[in-house]
């Protein structure tokens, strides 16, 4: 397996600017997450999806940040306007069950964003 | 509050030394603890999860310990290797998904 994919990587973008990070998930995983992870706050779960529908977006920090995720193998998480306070790493994760029963919560590479 | 604390927060340890990290929690009521280990600049994988009836669980040189009495966990790493240098973040699942995460502890591993 591919394990969960990422895109872009990397992102430098100017304050102001939309951002949309993409996420694939693991094939037959019912469950998909967004955390952000920076020095001073370490990893934060914005939102998560069960089978496609948002259950939780209690960790969005604001109406600038939205997420998306129209089918089974994909998700969007979008930042506008973008301000410098957005740099962070971007995590998307995939499980195929609850964390509370036990299941692996499996990472993809991160998107690194930079706002400048 | 519903926390998770580790320490040391670094830690500097030669190669084929043993080191232990320790992992505090308040998350309740408590439904499992994991243990994940963060290259630089990869996402988390995780090295072992723990129930509230499992007191030690193994992964190779990974050695996990949970008190859920006094809600502590360890992870021990065994004769280190310089792959070992990473952060290694505690990850506790109480109630649905209410998912704390620890601010890790930074391993470095030094020939």
Redesign the interface.
């Known amino acids: 397996d591919a394990g969960v994919i990422q895109s872009p990587r990397h992102e430098v973008t100017e304050m102001g600017q939309e951002v949309t990070l993409r996420c694939k998930p693991i094939s037959g995983h019912d469950y998909l997450f967004w955390y952000r992870q920076t020095m001073m706050r370490g990893l934060e779960l914005l939102i998560y999806f069960n089978n496609n529908v948002p259950i939780d977006d209690s960790g969005m920090p604001e109406d600038r940040f939205s997420a998306k995720m129209p089918n089974a193998s994909f998700s969007t998480l979008k930042i506008q306007p973008s301000e410098p306070r957005d740099s962070a790493v971007y995590f998307c994760a995939s499980s195929p069950g609850t964390p509370k029963a036990g299941n692996t919560i499996y990472f993809g590479e991160g998107s690194w964003l930079t706002v400048v | 509050k519903n926390q998770v604390e580790q320490s040391p927060q670094s830690l500097i340890i030669l190669e084929g030394k043993n080191c232990t990290l320790q992992c505090n929690y308040t998350v309740s009521p408590f439904?499992?603890l994991r243990w994940y280990k963060q290259d630089t600049?990869?996402?988390?994988?995780?090295l072992t999860?723990m129930?509230f009836s499992e007191n030690t669980k193994s992964n190779g040189r990974y050695t996990a310990t949970l008190d859920a009495d006094t809600k502590q966990s360890s992870l021990h790493i065994t004769a280190s290797q310089l792959s070992d240098s990473a952060s290694y973040?505690c990850v506790v699942?109480?109630?649905?998904?209410k998912?704390i995460?620890?601010?890790?502890t930074r391993l470095f591993v030094k020939a």
């Not at chain 2, 600049?41 to 995780?46: F, N, W």
């Not at chain 2, 699942?93 to 998904?97: A, V, Y």
């Open positions: 439904s499992n600049g990869r996402g988390p994988v995780s999860i129930t973040i699942s109480g109630r649905g998904f998912t995460f620890g601010a890790g």
